[in-house]
Structure formats: structure tokens, C-alpha cells
């Protein structure tokens, strides 16, 4: 049977994956940052994950305020990186796993989350970025990718509640498929930060790193924490860290936390990264 293995939250900021395409890492501005994400490259390379499930939110790429979805989940054979305005990023095309996308749309349709369904989808760098974080530049992606998306970009978006929910609901659906894979499930954007309006270049370390705190060891409180309380302390897209409760809903409830870390700024944010243990 699948199995989860592991809960990665990462903040998807544009900009990172501008440096590593344009080769810029070894910069003064980005070495220390490619230093503090390395551990986790090397984790992944032990551990191998053979479908990464990733909760991100498009930017307009592939859905506009014509229509919005709460929930979406792709189920493509393909995802083929998206132009974001200044021409698709020069990555590999992620690569889906249409069997098991389609089986955790029915349980979880069956379970009472109305998901739309997506056969055909282009990914920003909401969903590309995190892959370059955590695997570098290969010629191809080393793992299937299942992309579930939230609206966090048009009011109202899910609770944070209902987003930890939707974690043990795709819980529940990997347990059950039948392949021997293992399963890394990603939470991203967020944490701390504030793209526009008076506020514009906002970040709250101290509030992130108390709510990575409880993240971990008290998910029940993190979950309750309200729309309001994000927008205030970390910022009109600080929001995007409701996305990190559906990865840590489909965990353990005691989960080990093997690394954590952050830096500020990052571009306009601050940049987070945990990676839970959930054997």
C-alpha cells in the first residue's frame, strides 16, 4: 500500500526560482540560502520519494477570477510549466500519476469535499519552485507529482480547519491505494509576508516561527488560528500558510521534526522550510 512518509512545507517565492535558472545562487545574496536549503536536498536524495502530493495556489497561470475553485486536484498525465509573463521557466515537465490522482478524487469526493477536477493544467511557480528547492536542476523531475491547488488569492478562502481536514481526507485515500509507493506530501507559500498597500515588504519572523511551533507539536491549535489574525500578523499573503495545514493534517499526529529553516528577507519575504518525519 502507499504510505506517507514525510510532510515538507516550503515557501514557493518567485525569485528563488529566478536565481537558480539564471544561475545566481553562488551570489553573496543567495549563497547563504542555497547553504541552508542543501540538508534538505540531501534528504530527499536518502529518501526518495516516489510521488511528491503538492498543495500550492496558482497566480493566474492556469485559472483567472472568472471562475474559482476552492479545491482543485490535477490528474494529468502532464503538467507543463506555465508562463508567467516572461516566458515559461526552463524546468522539466512535471510529470503526474493519473491512477492515483483519480483515486483520491473519488474518496475524496466521496468524502464530501467537492474537488474540481483539472485534465489539463499548466504549473507556476507555486508548484515548480518547491521542486527546485528540494531537488536542484535535473533533467528531469525525480518523482510523479499529484498538484492539489487552493484558492488562497480571492476572498474567501477555506479555513485553515477545513484545510487540516482535507490532509486526513488525502491521508485516508493514499492509505488505501494499492501501489507500494512512498508519498512525500508538500505544503508551500507563505510564511510571513505582504506583497502591496501601506504594509507592501511586511515580515514577522518571531509570529512564524511560533506558528512553526505549533504546526508541529500543536496542530489543533494552528488550525483554529483565524483569517484575520493571519492578515494581521503576517500579512495579506501570509494566508498561503492555511496550505501547510493540509500537508501536516495528512501526517501523524505526532510527527518529528529532522529540519527546519528560515531566513529573512528572501526577495519580500520570510522564507520558511520544515521537513516532517511521519514513520
Known sequence: MAKIIAGIGTSHVPAIGAAIDKGL????????????????????????????????????SAFSLESISTFSIGVAAEFPPADEGFGPRQVPTVMGEPELAWHMAESLILDEFDMTIVN?????????????IMYGQPDAWPCLVVPICVNVVQYPPPTGNRCFNLGKAIR???????????????GTGGLSHQLQGERAGLTNPEY???WLDKLVSQPDSAKAISHTEYL???????IEAIMWLVMRGALNAEVE???????VPVSNTHYCLTILDNS
Open 120 to 132: 489539463k493544467m499548466p504549473v507556476d511557480h507555486g508548484l515548480t519552485v518547491p521542486l527546485s
Open 232 to 238: 494581521r500578523e503576517a500579512g495579506t499573503e501570509g
Open 257 to 263: 521534526e529532522v529540519y527546519r529553516f528560515t531566513r
Open 25 to 60: 545562487t553562488a551570489d553573496p545574496y543567495w549563497q547563504p540560502f542555497m547553504d541552508g536549503i542543501e540538508p534538505a536536498r540531501k534528504w530527499m536524495k536518502e529518501h526518495k520519494p516516489d510521488v511528491c502530493i503538492i498543495v500550492y495556489n496558482d497566480h493566474a
Open 172 to 186: 485516508k485515500a493514499v492509505d488505501s491505494f494499492p501501489k507500494d509507493y512512498r508519498v512525500a506530501i508538500f
Open 208 to 210: 512564524d516561527k511560533q
